[in-house]
């Protein structure tokens, strides 16, 4: 694992920070991140693809054909 960075951060490539200061500002908070969820997924998801892509593309580079 790299040295100061978390699991979260390697898997998705951001980080989450939460504070807590009391019931009411917690649960607007849990509200806003719930509402960027879908935000981050895409994000992810489109990290994914481009990875997915670029090792496909070097795998076609070097495979031969017969």
């Known amino acids: 694992m790299v040295l100061g960075e ?3 951060y390697l898997i ?7 504070i807590y ?3 009411d500002a ?6 806003l991140n719930l ?7 895409e ?3 489109v990290s ?3 990875c997915a892509q670029q090792v496909a593309r ?3 580079f070097r495979v031969k054909n017969k």
């Open 6 to 8: 978390t699991a979260f």
């Open 12 to 18: 998705y490539g951001r980080e989450v920070k939460t």
């Open 21 to 23: 200061s009391g019931e």
């Open 26 to 31: 917690n649960q607007e908070t849990l509200r």
């Open 35 to 41: 509402g960027l969820i879908d935000e981050v997924r």
């Open 43 to 45: 994000a992810t998801e």
């Open 48 to 50: 994914n693809v481009a």
């Open 58 to 60: 070097y795998y076609n």
